[in-house]
């Protein structure tokens, strides 16, 4: 074997060794070390389609979800933090992930009558806090419960939602 046949080898082998790393990382729970970006990037994909500025991300904001998620463990029951943020929640199976979360709320947006500002039918509330103007930051969190479920909060800082109000 030359030089580049080595190479190419030890590439192979490389790319071999991660996908197996990232196949039983997942597996066990463990998410990549920027784990917030799909969340951030979900949003800011809705907000832009209705021409709202983009969503940041905020480590106050974002450790308040933890630690509200942290109590939703047991069980992962769909209660409201009663917090000082705005808030979206979302619960689901298997590997949920931040986008698939953020995806689901913005599923409300045919719900949504600009015109009237209301919600036409089902809810709309999810989705007009993912689009709310005002709010600037974010914080998510993720927790796999002891039924395998696992539960999803979203904390906006300044809250939206606030009725006779548009998100846009």
Not at 23 to 42: L, M, T
Not at 46 to 58: D, E, T, Y
Not at 132 to 161: E, M, Q, T
Request: charged share 20%.
């Amino acid at each position: 074997m030359g030089y580049s046949s080595n190479l190419l080898l030890c590439i192979f082998s490389t790319a071999l060794i991660l996908a197996a790393h990232t196949s039983i990382a997942r597996k066990v729970g463990y998410y990549p070390p920027n784990p917030h970006q799909d969340f951030v990037d979900e949003h800011n994909r809705a907000r832009a389609a209705v021409g709202v500025g983009p969503i940041k991300w905020n480590d106050t904001v974002a450790a308040y979800a933890q630690q509200y998620a942290n109590t939703r463990v047991r069980g992962c029951d769909m209660e409201h933090s009663g917090g000082p943020y705005g808030e979206n929640l979302a619960e689901g199976y298997g590997e949920m992930t931040g986008a698939q979360a953020v995806k689901f709320w913005v599923t409300e947006k045919p719900n949504y009558n600009y015109a009237s500002n209301k919600c036409v039918g089902d809810e709309c509330g999810h989705y007009t806090q993912v689009v709310w103007r005002n709010s600037i930051h974010l914080g998510c969190a993720r927790v796999k419960c002891d039924n395998n479920w696992v539960f999803v909060i979203c904390s906006y800082d300044p809250p939206g939602n606030y009725e006779d109000e548009r998100p846009y």
